[in-house]
Every structure is written in C-alpha cells, then in structure tokens.
C-alpha cells in the first residue's frame, strides 16, 4: 500500500516533530529556556498523536492492507548502489512506534518535574526529542541503510544524554564508554551492509530478506548468510547491552534518572531486538547464527540477573535487570517464529514496567537528596505513597506474578524455550528458570530495602513524595504494567497481529510442543519466583539492614559487585594490549619513518641556514638581487628566441 495519499502521508511527521522540536531547541540557544520543557514535551506528544490515528487506521484495515510505505527521497547513486530513502509501517514497527511515542512522552512530562531547577533543563529536552527522533527512524526506515543513520542517531543522542552533567568526571567517562563500546557493535553492521550490497545488489529489506528467504538465497552461500546473521547480531549485543559488549550499561545510569528510564525501557536497548527480530528469514537461513543468539540472550540474561542480587545502587539494580530482562528477548528472538511474537510481548511489558521502576527510582532520589544507597533507604512507604505503589506494581509484573504483564510474556518466553526440543531446549528452559527466579530475589530485595524495615536515612533528610508532574506519569505507567499482558496475550491478539509480518518472506510459524502439560510448567516458573522472592524476604524482610554493606561475603558476590569482571576482562584482552599497540607504533615511526627522512631534513636545514644568510635586511642588497634576477630572466627570453 502506497503511504503518499491519505492518512499515510503523516508518517514522515512520526519522526520529524521531534526532530523539529530538538532542532528548534538547539537553535534557539537559552532565549527558549522559559518554554523550551514545554515545545520538547508538545513534540512528543503530538508524535504519539499521529501515531494513534495511524494506528487506529491500520486496526480497521485488513491483513493484507496494513503494510504503507512512504518513499521521501532517493540518495545520491555511488556507482551501482540506489538507495530510495522511504519508510516502512507495518505491525511490527507501529509496536515499537506506540512504545516509543507513548512512554517517550510520559518521560518528557516526568522530566519537567524532575529537571526543574536544572540549568541545562532546555537543552535537555532538545536531546530527548533528539533521542525520538533517531529510535522513530530506526524503526520505520524500509532499509538497511536508513535503519542504520537511526541506529547511529541512537548513538549519538545516548552520548549526549548519558554525559548530560559532563560537569562530573564520572558522567563524561560513562559517556566515552558507551560511545566507544557501541562503535564496536556499530562496525557489524557497517560491515553487514557492505556484505548486503555485494551479495544482493540492494539494503531494501524486500531485496535482502526476500533474497534470503528464497529457495536458493539468490547467490547468499550459507557461509555469507551465517557471517551476516553473526554481523548483525554483534551490531545488537552493543545497542542492547549483551555479552559481550554490556560493560557501559551500569555506566550508563550518570545520566539523569529520565534517560535511564529512556534508554532502558522504550528505546536504545530494545533496538537489538528489534535489529534481530526484523531480520528473522537472515537467521532462519542461518541455523549457526540463530544458535548464537540464543546462546548470548542466555548467558546475558543470567549474567544481568547475579549482578543484580548485589548492587546497592537503585538505578544500577535495575540497569542489571533490564540487561537481563533484553537477554530473554533476545534469547527467545533466536528460537525463531516460536519465540518471535514472544520477545515483542515482554518488550512491550517492559516498555511499562520497566518504565514505571525506572521513574519510582527517580522519585524516590527526588526525596532523598539524589541518594542512590538504598541501604540508605528503608521505610518510605507511608512517606512517599504513590511511589510505593507505583513501583510495587512494576515489581509484580516484572517477576511474573499473575495477572501483570510480566506474567503473560515471560513464562510464554520459558515455555518456547523447553519446546524448541531436545537437551538444548532443556537446558534454555531451565536457564530462563533460574533467571526467573534470580528476578524474584534482586527485585524482592530492592523493594525491602527501600520502601520497608527501619529508616536508615543520610542525617539531614526528609523523605518526601513527588510532584503531580511526575507521579501521573508513574500512575500511568503502573497501569499498563497490569493491564498490558493481559490484553497482548489473551486470545492471541498479539500473535495475530504480528503473523503477517513473520510470513511476508517466506517465514514459518510452526511451535515446539512441550513434553509437558504447559500448567506444569506455569506451576513450576509460579514456585521458582516465590521461592526467590522467599529467600529474599528472609535475608531482607526479617534481618536490619547494615548501612555499609559487609565486607566479609563469598566470592560470588565480590565478582557480582564487580559486574563479573567485565571491565576487568575488557581492560585485559582490549584496552592494555591496544595500548602497548600504540606505543610500538609510535616506536616504529620514530626509529623508523623519522630515522628514513633524517638525511633529507639534515639537507634541507643546512639550505636553510645558506638561504637566511642572504636576508641581510639592507635595501641596496635586495635590490641588487633584483636587479640580477631581472638580467637573468632578459637573457633566458633572448637565449630562446635565437636559438
């Protein structure tokens, strides 16, 4: 369907109102900070706008309608490659749209309240409707190389945004990290797009997945399409925070508290995901790089999870979760069409729970002076109401209790792994178990040391809840952490909605079967949680809370706090032979190249010497060799015409 008539022609605004608000805003310079909050917050919500009435539109289309395309511009030609830029609405990307409008605007109001008395409040903003921008481009572009200047328009704006108080050292290092780390990712794709031109002549998706999807992979031997796949999958281990490449996220959280909830919810580290999701008939086609998908979405999830039972930083707490959390989706992305329609469903939940815990996090900072310690916390449930309730919500979805969200699309993520077969299957289903109840501890234990037990506040505070501005957006957000699996699962709707999208190249949608009846395993997932959040309650609930915590602990937990030595690693195996690299290099060259070229600057400066001795300074000397300059040049023009 042709997005140029009708309703479809307001796709090009989905991503252009923020890009207009943040051009506007940074433009304006500090003449706009009076309204600036005001123009970031209106470009939001007038995305989120456009983005309901397509959706609506789409809703009352049939199947085989609901895909529009809008061609704005072709790029220019470099020798065989033509790319028309255009844009792409279909089920999928109008999920990620309506996540990324939604939540995005209910940030931008939240971020009003919470960033009132900043300085830099306007510029803010102009990052943040920067951020939609590129993640709305992301996902709607048509192509390969369009989703590629939003993947880099991601980068940029997180840089921006992480090192928003580059003031402090610590924001400006976090920020370089992040940057640095999603470069490396960044290259698979890079690199992915030049595989894609040379093999299929195009970076369409029609082109690529359709070519890959085919019978013969028109000219894609297996090893190109395995070396594809793997390309693609380390461009999202970076966006989404995966082993290895998962070093910056707990960095990440220098940002203001907004951003985190940003980053970590709706946007930046869903774009792996949906990188690997979108591209579903490249790994189909690939089974060696469909196997390490999974095998990353598995040992991330469980790596997010350990470091999370012992981080005593809120927002670091949940940083580790949601690298767990983007781990089961893309665990579940790799089991193919089974797991497919699975890892959309928590996204989305995500999008809201996630959201929710991330803003609780900021409100309850917001009463305690910026402390991050929750063993610094404890009590503040009858001081800060709303927060408690709140976030206790986003903490029942997020374990999986019935009837919240997390419910729904976790254990249908734990069912497709024991139903992909075999051993391997049983041993996916029984990691997502442990994770799932390694979830129910880390979150049981952050809402036990914050909001419950004795008061163990800095001298000095006075717990307070937050401003109208920023709880509605909480409410909102608590409320579709309830209402959200229930309306994505029950029934299939979710499913039926996404079919189209997974069959349009030739994909299949056939599920493994369980060797068990699925209540058993809703009954076991149901007992792991409560027995994580049991062991919680009895470590937490029922002990004090030392305020420092204990230096004496077991070697698992020093290598949690540590994050698992993942920057030690990096250091090791990266940065410090990168170093000595360098340093021989530089070596080289001065022995080398200088040492080659040292004859030739010795010549040149005794010319030198020899030519300034002819700069006496006097008058009659220059005119001297004027005047023999002048004779010389005579006799050279006669000496030619004689001869």
Known sequence: ?????????????????????????????????RWGHLLGCAAALASFVVAVMLFVDMVGRADSDRVARQHLFSWLPVAGLQVDFGLRLDQLSMCFVLLVTGVGSLIHIYSVGYMKTDPGRRRFFAYLNLFLAAMLLLVLADNYLGLYVGWEGVGLASYLLIGFWQYKPSAATAAKKAFVVNRVGDMGLMVGLMIMFATFGSVSFADVLGGVGSGDRSGASGGVTTALGLLLLLAACGKSAQVPLQSWLGDAMEGPTPVSALIHAATMVTAGVYLIVRSGPIYEAAPGAQVAVVLVGA??????????????????????????????????????????????????????????LFLGAGSVMHGMDDETDMRRYGGLRTLMPITFATFGLGYLAIIGIPPFSGFFSKDKIIEAAFGSGGIGGTALGTVALIGAGLTAFYMTRVMLMTFFGERRWNPGAHPHESPGVMTVPMIVLAVGSVAAGGLLAVGGT????????????????EHGELAVPVWVVTAVTLAVVLIGAGIAYRQYGTRPVPVVAPAQVSAVTVAARRDLYGDDVDEAVFMRPGQRLVRGLTVVEDKGIDGATGGVGAVLGLLSVALRRLQTGFVRSYALYMFVGAAFVVAAALVGRVS
């Open 494 to 509: 979710l499913e039926q909605w996404l079919e189209p999208v997974w069959t349009e190249f030739g994909g299949a949608t």
């Open 1 to 33: 369907m042709n997005g140029g008539t009708g309703i479809h022609a307001l796709i090009w605004l989905l991503p252009a109102l923020p890009l207009t608000g943040a051009v506007v805003l940074l433009l304006a310079g500090r003449r706009s900070d």
């Open 299 to 356: 040992v991330t999830l469980l790596f997010g999870a350990i470091i999370g039972c012992a981080k005593d930083d809120i927002k670091k707490a949940l940083a580790a979760s949601t690298m767990s959390q983007i781990g089961y989706m893309v665990m579940a992305a790799g089991l193919g069409p089974a797991g497919y329609t699975f890892a959309i469903m928590l996204l989305l939940a995500h999008g809201f729970f996630k959201a929710g």
